[in-house]
């Protein structure tokens, strides 16, 4: 079965890539059904030179946040630098978005398992 997958990372006006969507639906593990991309963001973590990648989704209907932890203030500066919706920030958080699905592949994998274990019971 296809994963359906809803981008609300931009504004409505902002053209969504069928492209991307494609790219995210085949990073998902078996038992995707549906997944909507709510919020990419960084944000600072404690501790100097410490910040967070932020992806707010929910897979079937449950809510999942993955945070990653990073140490890059040269990234953080690049993040800051970017104007909101250029195309540049655009690819930005696209690329960033699936790179964390990879990343994350397996604790997402553990959370579908999880919600199917919780269906069964």
Known sequence: MKT???NFLFPSNIKDSKRF???VSDLLPYG???IKLWRYDMTRASGYGHYYRVLELEINGEKMV???LISYAYEWDEWKDLEYCSQKHLNWVKRSVLNLLEEYSLDIQLFVENQLDNVAD
């Open 4 to 6: 359906t997958v809803k």
């Open 66 to 68: 993955i945070k990653k």
């Open 21 to 23: 969507r494609k790219m």
């Open 32 to 34: 995707v059904d549906e």
